[in-house]
Each structure stands twice: as C-alpha cells, then as structure tokens.
C-alpha cells in the first residue's frame, strides 16, 4: 500500500475546474516531483491535498485511511504539511517564531526546541538570524524557512511548491539539496517544479497539463523520454 493514494480528483474554483480527475499514488520514503507549465493544475493538486480546496469528486487517502474532506488542520494533524507558493511567513515575526508557530498541532511541546535545531542543521542560516524579522530576510531564507516551518509539524509527508522560485541556479541547488537530505532523514516528499534542475532527486516524476496527469513514472525514465523537453519547448521535431 502506498502512502498517498489519488483515486480521480477533481477540484477547481468557484465554477471554474481545474482537476479532470487525476489518479497517481506516491511510496513511502520517496520524493515525487510534480513538473508542467503555469496553469497545468500542479498547485491546485497540492492545495487541495493540502485541505485548503474542496474535493468535487474522487478520494484522497494517507496511509489507508481517506482524508478528502479534511479541512487544512486536519489534513496537518493526519501528517502533511504545506511549504506554499510563494513562501508566506510572518514577516513581523521572528525566524524563531515563524518556527514556533509552525509546530502548532503537536502535543508533545517539550520537543519542539529539537525540531527547531534540526531545522537549523538544515538550513544554518536560520540559526544566524533567528531573531531577525522574517520580512527582512532574502528571497532565499525566506524559502528556507517556509520549508523550515513546515518541518515543524514533523509530519510524515512534506509538501513544496515551487522551492526555487525567484532563486538563483546556485541556491535552487542548495535548496534541492537540503530537501533531498530532509527525505533520506525519513520523510515523504512531494515538490512541485518548473525547474529541472530538480530531476536527479526525483524517485518518481509526473508531468501536468491543464488539469491531467500525462507522465507518471521514475524519475530517470522521465529524464531518457524527453517528455520534459516537450512538455516546456514543445514538439521540436521536424515534419
């Protein structure tokens, strides 16, 4: 049995949908990587796997048990977290209390200081300006600690997306880096990417187009298929 299983989602906003229905499960242990252009579906995939979209139809289930349905704190408490688009901390808040907050479903409170230095094993960066206003950090210790804060809640699957966004080559690397050593650590890992960059960390990679999956299988086939070379450049071969 998987450990996330997708059975035909379908979401979208207001009206509007987005989902037709897509289905792919992802192992325990591994990092999938959800790729595709803007507009193709993958942030919506997360959202809602995230509880902040409802489910139109199909069911998602964790570890066996169904969490469709689930509102974000529940689907947080079930062992999912979310490293959202776009970063979104606190910027009036330290970096040590954007952490602390991220921790706010455990019960095991004592605990938490040693989440917060494995984060800072992580990412030392964090550790050096724990006590600087979140809103004052860079692009790339911002990004840092939305991942950082989502580790907070120790949950057995983290979700990215787009972890190198607005970054430079070089950080994106370290960023891919530090997600890849979070995995072998022991937790489940989905990203959601434009950056290819990203691939030789994938175990498993899927590719989107408007609201369909049309690539799912291990990471190194998707990199001998060329599917990704379509997929962002289009059909280049000649007639």
């Not at 964790?62 to 910027?91: C, H, M, N, Q, Y």
């Not at 607005?166 to 950080?171: A, T, V």
């Amino acid at each position: 049995m998987s450990l996330l299983e997708v059975d035909g989602l379908r979401t979208g906003y207001g009206a509007l949908p987005v989902l037709q229905g897509i289905s792919f499960s992802v192992e325990e242990g591994e990092t999938a990587v959800i790729f595709g252009l803007n507009g193709a579906g993958k942030t919506t995939t997360v959202n809602c796997l995230a509880g902040l979209l409802p489910t139109w139809g199909g069911e998602v289930r964790f570890d066996g048990k169904k969490i469709s349905g689930k509102d974000a704190p529940g689907v947080v408490k079930a062992g999912i977290s979310l490293s959202p688009e776009g970063r979104r901390v606190w910027p009036g808040l330290s970096v040590l209390k954007n952490l602390e907050l991220g921790a706010w479903s455990r019960k095991d409170r004592k605990n938490i200081d040693e989440t917060v230095q494995q984060v800072y094993s992580y990412f030392p960066r964090l550790d050096e300006r724990k006590d600087q206003l979140a809103g004052t950090l860079s692009g790339g210790e911002q990004q840092m600690l939305a991942i950082g804060r989502a580790i907070m809640s120790k949950p057995r699957m983290l979700m990215i997306d787009e972890a190198s966004l607005g970054l430079s080559p070089k950080l994106a690397q370290t960023v891919f880096q530090v997600v890849s050593k979070i995995n072998d650590d022991g937790t489940t890992v989905i990203i959601v990417e434009q950056n290819v960059g990203v691939l030789p960390y994938a175990d498993q990679a899927l590719i989107m187009e408007k609201g369909t999956l049309t690539f799912d299988g291990r990471g190194e086939e998707l990199e001998k298929s060329g599917e990704l070379k379509r997929t962002y450049l289009g059909d280049t071969e000649e007639p």
